[in-house]
């Protein structure tokens, strides 16, 4: 259980499976059982900022969209601040907003939908910007462990050029599977942003 | 939600200790088939942490009903569903040992019988009309969690064609940075399937199944009423030293 200094193992990771949704959204297998429900709605009527959909789908290595994933997202609020304890960057905190999002893919078209706001810039390490960006968390059946990448946003260009994480990425087609490119439908901003497990366009995952 | 209190500051402002791999599955374990074309080929980039990953969700008891943590009443229409009558209960511990409190703790199962209330379940195995099979659960100030069950059934899936599933519950786990997110799952003691299992045998290293398979606890144990297992879950554990320092100094 311990090794030769005391520490712990780390629980090992095992695939969500197929049946996910029933602990962790569980209107979408089909039945009614919390008073609350956690869901792909990110912002209430008073969260400050620009509200944004996020639409995608998910593919696997034969480019077939994954309809049954578990897509979770984490973001710092409008002025770029984490709504947590350890962020204690000089800027407010939105109490209308905890920043974290969980959707499931549609299960016939494989799209998942994320309704928030546009985060602001977040302090990095050694005190460099870190652009926009929304932090995914990816799990489905045929996942062993959750996968964690980063969107950018395709619009903040000057950001991104930046960005110390986008800058570790060395070719260009690589850190173009991180940027979601903004379309404008029915008076909401809507950036789209497919993740592809596998193959040419491989996203970039990161360990963290 | 105005005021985060998932952690204690000293604990959730520092840095993450590096993930160690050899003790997950990869990616890609054919064995598992369905991880053949959901795998990603190209090495993970590996990220020094920022507040991106140090900070995650914060979650509070308003976002829980009463019932969230027992499921043998959390679905019951008409009675009671069937099945052993079953406690699960533990501690989440970082690897250094400190527990995690406040942390969401969520599972979800089959019925007694193998069988899921969910759509795409086919399993011949009946639906129990008084059992959801899902649950959730924050952990107290010594990082404890418990719910009440009753025990999964096994069941087949498709991978070879005669496969089937030991009798598991899984289990989401949060921790105080987006980092440690977690989704596993817990296997009973002294169950024969696990042994032949491609999901278990994805796992390289043989006592980290050891560490998925909870030993039944008599002491924890009701009598006449319910029996207990006990299942300790460990998520990364953080750096002591503070990460304003580190990052600040340059
Ligand atoms: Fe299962």
């Not at chain 1, 260009?172 to 991180?178: A, P, W």
């Not at chain 2, 840095?15 to 795998?39: L, M, W």
């Not at chain 2, 969401?104 to 089959?110: D, K, R, S, Y």
């Not at chain 2, 099979?133 to 005669?162: Q, S």
Request: hydrophobic fraction near 35%; charged fraction near 25%.
């Amino acid at each position: 259980m311990t090794d030769k200094l005391g520490y712990l193992k780390e629980t090992t990771s095992q695939t969500a499976g197929p049946y996910v949704h029933i602990g962790l959204i569980p209107q979408q297998a089909g039945f009614d059982i919390f008073e609350t429900n956690f869901g792909n709605v990110a912002v209430g009527p008073k969260t400050a900022g620009q509200r944004i959909r996020i639409e995608g789908r998910v593919f696997d290595g034969t480019e077939t969209p994954v309809r049954d994933v578990l897509i979770e997202t984490w973001q710092a609020n409008a002025a770029g601040r984490y709504n947590h304890p350890a962020d204690t960057q000089d800027k407010p905190l939105d109490p209308d907003f905890r920043g974290w999002a969980r959707a499931g893919s549609d299960f016939k078209t494989g799209i998942y939908t994320i309704d928030t706001i546009k985060p602001g810039i977040v302090r990095g390490r050694r005190g460099r910007p870190m652009a926009p960006h929304i932090n995914f968390w990816i799990a489905a059946r045929g996942i062993n462990i959750g996968l964690n990448t980063r969107m950018y946003f395709a619009d903040e260009g000057e950001a991104n050029a930046v960005d110390p994480v986008l800058n570790l990425i060395e070719l260009d087609t690589r850190r173009k599977t991180l940027l979601a490119e903004p379309v404008t439908r029915d008076g909401i901003a809507v950036y789209r942003f497919d993740i592809r497990l596998q193959g040419e366009n491989e996203t970039v995952f990161f360990d963290i | 939600m105005s005021s985060p209190a998932g952690a204690h500051p000293a604990q959730a402002s520092a840095e993450f200790f590096q993930r160690d791999r050899s003790i997950h599955p990869p990616a890609y374990t054919p064995g598992y088939k369905t991880s053949v074309t959901r795998s990603p080929r190209q090495a993970l980039l590996s990220l020094q942490n920022s507040l991106s990953e140090i900070t995650g969700p914060v979650f509070g008891h308003d976002d829980l009903g009463p019932l969230d943590n027992d499921l043998i009443r959390n679905y019951a229409k008409t009675g009671d569903p069937i099945g052993e009558r079953i406690i699960v209960h533990g501690r989440v511990l970082d690897e250094s040992g400190r527990p995690i409190p406040n942390t969401l703790v969520e599972f979800w199962q089959a019925n007694a019988g193998g069988r899921y209330r969910h759509k795409k379940d086919t399993y011949l195995a009946p639906i129990d009309p008084n059992f959801g099979g899902c649950g959730r659960a924050l952990t107290d100030t010594d990082g404890r969690y418990f719910f009440r069950t009753v025990k999964p059934g096994p069941y087949p899936w498709r991978n070879y064609v005669n496969s089937w599933r030991p009798a598991h519950i899984h289990f989401s786990i949060f921790g105080s940075g987006f980092a440690q997110r977690l989704i596993t799952q817990m296997y009973f003691e002294g169950d024969p399937l696990i042994k032949a299992c491609a999901i278990v045998n994805a796992i390289p290293d043989p006592d980290a199944v050891d560490r998925l398979i909870a030993p039944i606890d008599l002491n924890a144990s009701i009598p006449l009423d319910t029996l207990a297992y006990r299942f300790d879950i460990v998520l990364r554990g953080r750096r002591s030293t503070m990460f304003e320092n580190r990052l600040e100094g340059n």
